[in-house]
């Protein structure tokens, strides 16, 4: 399954559904060295109820907007 989700930093972690598959995640992590990245990961893995291995970003590791991958 594939989502698209806008990422907001340094705020308390949540994932809010926009629409069928648009999401905003917000997760404590700053975007620094790939925490941010890795914290989204750990945020939607918890949301989705899977693992962090089955959690990938496929577009948008320098950015906001990203498309992320899950396998459920």
């Known amino acids: 399954m594939k989502i698209f989700a806008r990422i ?3 705020v308390e972690d949540n994932v809010e ?3 069928n598959n648009h999401f905003i995640v917000s997760v ?4 620094i060295k790939g925490q941010a990245n890795r914290g989204v990961i750990r945020v939607l893995a918890n949301y989705f109820k899977v693992t962090k291995s089955e959690v990938s970003i496929k577009s948008g590791f320098t950015s906001s907007n990203k ?6």
Do not use: A, S, Y
């Open 8 to 10: 907001k930093t340094g």
């Open 17 to 19: 559904k926009v629409d």
């Open 28 to 31: 404590l992590e700053r975007p």
């Open 67 to 72: 498309i992320i991958e899950i396998n459920i």
